[in-house]
Every structure is written in structure tokens, then in C-alpha cells.
């Protein structure tokens, strides 16, 4: 899970905007990136619904990305990719379709995931030909010339190639409404602009998206849900799952070692692993530190507040919000369904909520949604870590998310906080003879940009660049050196969900080129690249990250999808290796992992292939 901001930034009135940069520069990270500021002088809701406030930030971000393009060479597809997107979608708010359309023609040569090839302009280009062919005029046949147009265009494309980016879109779409909109904009848009009366060129391309998906593409959201709907209908054809022959149990009758695995993340239910948990012997439930190692009652880990305090409580605190758990649940299994294209009770409740949703409900909705999810995803990563193997032992290391859509402005003093607890967190591990730590999370430089602006914090979008970076770097040097000082310790880290190059935006951890760091992306039960999977030349491998079951806190059961899945579906096979023979070395297992994996058709991917790689580590058996 990364640190970051859940929706988009939105807002209004361009005066001025800077550059910052030199001709010909090339963009090679994402500090390289020129960064822009307008001045706002309206509030976000006039901008996204006037066309008066809206046209002077259009034209100047137009004439800025048009510059930046010419100016600069893009080494990073990703970035090229989402300047590309801002001016297509000017365009189309602008009527203009050929230029859209050729937009459209060079995203799709950028992109290198099958599925975002095909998809690439599908919506869009079904628009295109339902206003040439037949205008707005007549909003009903307008919307029916869309809908053939699109299902037509749907039609042609590989079912199996498309399957998951069609369901998540179906799923999304369901979800939004001009209400929920006005929402997001009200709760976690409006105070970026109340602070500084400024906005970044990030939080501009934003405001162009969420003005496009408001007055273009949610007027057809019916229509979009329906053809979808029925294409997912007709095509009832699961992929084969390619994991379950690659999988190794082991069995108690075995002879193996226990090994110890920490669960780094935002707390687990130990009474959901009472039998597989790491135990300090040193330590009882008293209140006090009876082994002397600075954490109270430390029987089966430690933990941090949100405030990078020490606590004993070891699963994520949901306070007030106890008595409204199951509701939660509820909640959050519909919007998985939903994203699923799953027809279930939970999926006909969410919708129902979410049609009669007011503007001033969204943000404790989202909140809620944010706060159960922290709440399960150590549990349900930490079932995933152990499954099939009785000798692995769970250590709990609990660090807290702030679950607030606007959580508190980031400062250098809580960065130097997290450096130390990092450390401190890590030489635990050393002391107590960790072999593998998952960690389904990171660290992102833009987040804490996205912070600092919505607090109104900096001059400029350019000092934000800078006060967010030395930010980072505080954090991201104390875990690099950290992991660097405990080689005998594996730590499996997430790519991330941002469909970028983890390499380029520098994530901590999954940018590090450790030989004891594994990074790891998501692929789905057919070994198919996933939608949102992060990449890049530091991401290792890949494993199943797509409708992964495992436990919740008090015992409940849920698929759930992402990076976070595919993570410790890897820290399992690591922790089999060191289970079977304790002798590897970290890199040892690094090697066996990759060295065994398989090529993806493509030949682009390395996939974990558990039963090949338990068979390659009989040489290394003593």
C-alpha cells in the first residue's frame, strides 16, 4: 500500500505559470519532471462546471505540456503517456477528434501492457463516431449510437486479453455519480485551493479529468455499465489458473525447519494464526518491558502508532468505528464484487448506497472504506505469507496509515521519526532471527508533494518538489541502510499499484537494488500482466496478485487483488526455501526464486513457479 492520497485534486483560474527547466533537458526520474503553478482564483466546483473558469487553465496547461513535449526528451513511458492523455482530453472537451484521435494513436504505440494496447481509446473513440455520425441533438439516439458504436468496438477485441480492465472499469463506473464527485471535490479538493489560492500542474491535469469525466463520460455511465455488462455476460470464460500446479505444501511430517517471517504492515489479528506465531520468550502481558529491548508486552511483535509512537496493540485501531465493523465489511466486499463483476447481496448493497449518496456523505464513506481496509490488510497479507507451510512463524511489525482522505501535513520531524523507526524496526528483526519480511507497501515522493500542497505548504510547486524530497530522502536513506546492514534477512517488497515504473518514481523500497530485496509485481491466475502493476528494471518477479483469498481479522474470509497479494505470495515460496533448508543466504533464495521462474509468453516477465523452484534447491540441501 503506498502513501498517498485516494482521489484526484481538482480546482480553478490560471493567471501564471512557471516553468522550471532547460531546453533539451531529458527526463530520466520523476525529480526531472518540470513542475508548474497557476494561481486559482475561483473555487474547484466553478472550475470543473464553468466554462468561463475553466478555458484560461486549459489553454495555459495546453501551451505548458505542448512546450514541455517539444522541449523535452521523455525517457519514461509513463510520464509521456499521461502528458499525452491531459491533451486529449483537452481536446475532446474542445471538440477537436482528429487531434484526439491521433493522441489517442500515440498513447496506444507507448503502451506495452496487451490490455492497455487494446483498450487504449475504446470509450473515446465510440464517442467520437456516435457525435460525427449523429450529434447531441437528440440525446436518445446520441446515447444509442454510442452504445452500438461501443459494443461493436468491444466486440472485436480478445476476451481473455481484456477481461479485467473491462470488469474494473464496469466496477468504477458503477460507483460514480455527479454527487459522489461534488463530493470528492468538496471534502479533499476545495482545501488545497482555500490554503494557497495556487495549484499544480498535477493537481490541473486533475481538475481537465475530472471536468471531462463529469460532463463527457458520465452521461453515458448507463450506457457504458450496460454494454459492458452484457459483453461480461456473454463471455462466462474463467482463465485457467496456472498456480495451482505450481504449488508446494508442506506437510508437519516433513522435515523442516521453523522459520520466522515478519509481516511488516498495518497490523495483524494474532488470534486469526494463534498456532504460527513467533514467540519472545523474554517477554509476558504485564504493561512492562521485561527483556529490556524498549517495547512493552513485544510477545509476537511490536507496533507504532501514527504518531511513530510504540505501542503493544498489534492489529490496526478502529476506535469509535468498532461497533460499525460489519458494516464495513460489507461495504468493501461489494466494491470488490463490483470490480469483479461479481453479482452478490454486498455489490446490490454498495450500489444502492451509492445511488442515493449526498456530496456531504462522500468523504466519511471513503474514509471508512480507507480505515476497514488498513484495518484487514496485514491479516489478509499475513495468510497469504504462511499458507501451506506449519513451520512459518509470524512476527507481527505494525506501522499505522492515517485512514483521513486529508491525513496530517508530512514535516521533517516526522520524517526523522520514521528513519529511526525504521531502523529500529529492522535491527528487531536482526535480534529476534527474521529470515523473510513482506512488506505490501512504500514509500512515494509524489504523495508527499500531493501533501504538502493540499496543506498549502510552499511557496510554489517547484519548493514543494524540494521540501518533499528531503522529506523522502530521510526516510528512503534509513531503509536502504537499513536493508543494506542485514544481509542475512530477505525483505519481499510490492512494485505497487500505480501502473508506473517503480525505477522512475523512486518507491522506497521497491526502487532499491539490494541482493537481499526481492521486488515483486501482480499478474492474474493465467500468468496475464494485471492492469495496475507497477514495473520496471528493479521489479524482479511476478506472482498471482489478481482475486487472491486469505483471512481477515476475526476470521472472515475475502479475495482481494493488487501487489499487495502478489507480494507475499512470494515471501510464502522464500519462506518454503528457508523452512527446507536454513543454510541459503538471502541471495541464495533471490537466485533459486529467479532462477527457476518461468517466462511469460511475451517473454517480458519472470513467474514464480514454486514446484520448479523447490526442485532446483536439492542441490543446495545438505
Not at 511557496?459 to 518533499?468: F, G, P, S, V
Request: glycine share 6%.
Amino acid at each position: 500500500m503506498k502513501r498517498s492520497l485516494l482521489f484526484v485534486v481538482v480546482c480553478t483560474f490560471v493567471l501564471s505559470t512557471t516553468v522550471y527547466g532547460q531546453p533539451e533537458k531529458k527526463i530520466t526520474n520523476v525529480d526531472d519532471i518540470p513542475r508548474f503553478t497557476y494561481d486559482v482564483s475561483n473555487t474547484v466546483i466553478e472550475l470543473v462546471t464553468s466554462e468561463e473558469a475553466f478555458t484560461p487553465l486549459a489553454k495555459q496547461v495546453r501551451a505548458d505540456i505542448e512546450n514541455l513535449i517539444e522541449t523535452y526528451e521523455i525517457d519514461d513511458k509513463t510520464t509521456f503517456k499521461s502528458f499525452l492523455n491531459t491533451l486529449v482530453l483537452l481536446d475532446m472537451l474542445d471538440e477537436n477528434y482528429d487531434a484526439a484521435l491521433a493522441g489517442l494513436d500515440k498513447i496506444r504505440e507507448l503502451q506495452d501492457k496487451p490490455a492497455s494496447k487494446l483498450m487504449t481509446g475504446l470509450i473515446t473513440g465510440s464517442i467520437i463516431k456516435a457525435q460525427r455520425e449523429v450529434g447531441k441533438t437528440d440525446e436518445t439516439i446520441y446515447k444509442e449510437t454510442f452504445s452500438y458504436r461501443l459494443a461493436k468496438a468491444i466486440e472485436e477485441l480478445p476476451w481473455l486479453v481484456i477481461q479485467e480492465d473491462i470488469e474494473g472499469y464496469k466496477g468504477r463506473m458503477e460507483v460514480l455519480s455527479e454527487n459522489f464527485l461534488r463530493g470528492i471535490i468538496q471534502s479533499q479538493l476545495e482545501p488545497a485551493v482555500e490554503h494557497s489560492g495556487t495549484i499544480s500542474g498535477d493537481m490541473a491535469n486533475r481538475v481537465i479529468s475530472m471536468r471531462y469525466m463529469m460532463h463527457v463520460v458520465l452521461p453515458l455511465k448507463n450506457e457504458i455499465v450496460a454494454v459492458y455488462g452484457k459483453h461480461i455476460a456473454q463471455n462466462q470464460v474463467e482463465k485457467d489458473n496456472i498456480w495451482d500446479d505450481r504449488e508446494v505444501v508442506l506437510t508437519e511430517e516433513q522435515d523442516c525447519h521453523p522459520v520466522v517471517v515478519a509481516i511488516w504492515d498495518t497490523g495483524v489479528d494474532t488470534d486469526v494464526y494463534a498456532d504460527q506465531l513467533f514467540v519472545n520468550a523474554g517477554e509476558t502481558i504485564n504493561g512492562k518491558d521485561d527483556d529490556g529491548n524498549g517495547y512493552i508486552d513485544d510477545i509476537h511483535g511490536i507496533a507504532h502508532t501514527v504518531d511513530q509512537e510504540k505501542t503493544p496493540e498489534l492489529l490496526y485501531p478502529m476506535a469509535e468505528a468498532e461497533e460499525r465493523i460489519h458494516e464495513m465489511h460489507t461495504m468493501i466486499k461489494g466494491f470488490f464484487d463490483m470490480q469483479a463483476a461479481i453479482s452478490s447481496p454486498e455489490a446490490t448493497a454498495l450500489k444502492q448506497k451509492l445511488a442515493s449518496i449526498q456530496p456531504d456523505e462522500v468523504n466519511s464513506f471513503l474514509e471508512d472504506m480507507t480505515r476497514y481496509a488498513l484495518y484487514c490488510h496485514g491479516t489478509h497479507v499475513a495468510g497469504v505469507a504462511v499458507d501451506g507451510n506449519p513451520f512459518a512463524r509470524i512476527m507481527v511489525a505494525r506501522f499505522t496509515m492515517d485512514y483521513r482522505t486529508i491525513p496530517e501535513a508530512p514535516t521533517i520531524e516526522m520524517s526523522e521519526k520514521m528513519a529511526q523507526n525504521y531502523k529500529e524496526v529492522i535491527e528487531y528483526f536482526k535480534n529476534n532471527g527474521v529470515r523473510a519480511v513482506n512488506m505490501s507497501w512504500g514509500g512515494t515522493l509524489r504523495s508527499t508533494e500531493e501533501l504538502l500542497e493540499v496543506h498549502g505548504i510552499g511557496h510554489d510547486a517547484e519548493e514543494r518538489a524540494q521540501l518533499a524530497r528531503e522529506m523522502f530522502d530521510i526516510e528512503k536513506n534509513a531503509m536502504y541502510e537499513a536493508m543494506r546492514n542485514a544481509p542475512e534477512i530477505l525483505f519481499v517488497t510490492s512494485a505497487g499499484n500505480e501502473n508506473d515504473d517503480a525505477a522512475f518514481e523512486d518507491y522506497y523500497a521497491a526502487s532499491f537494488d539490494l541482493p537481499n530485496v526481492l521486488v515483486v509485481g501482480a499478474v492474474d491466475q493465467a500468468g496475464d500482466v494485471t492492469s495496475f502493476t507497477s514495473f520496471g528494471e528493479t521489479v524482479d518477479v511476478y506472482a498471482n496478485g489478481y482475486e487472491v483469498e486469505s483471512y481477515l481479522p476475526d476470521g472472515e474470509r475475502l479475495a482481494a487483488s493488487g501487489t499487495s497479494v502478489s507480494s507475499p505470495n512470494t515471501t510464502n515460496l522464500a519462506a518454503k526455501l528457508f523452512a527446507l533448508e536454513p543454510s541459503l543466504r538471502p541471495e541464495q533464495v533471490v537466485n533459486l526464486i529467479k532462477g527457476s521462474a518461468d517466462k511469460s509468453e511475451d517473454g517480458d516477465l519472470l513467474l514464480i513457479n514454486p514446484k520448479c523452484c523447490a526442485e532446483l534447491l536439492l542441490p543446495y540441501k545438505k
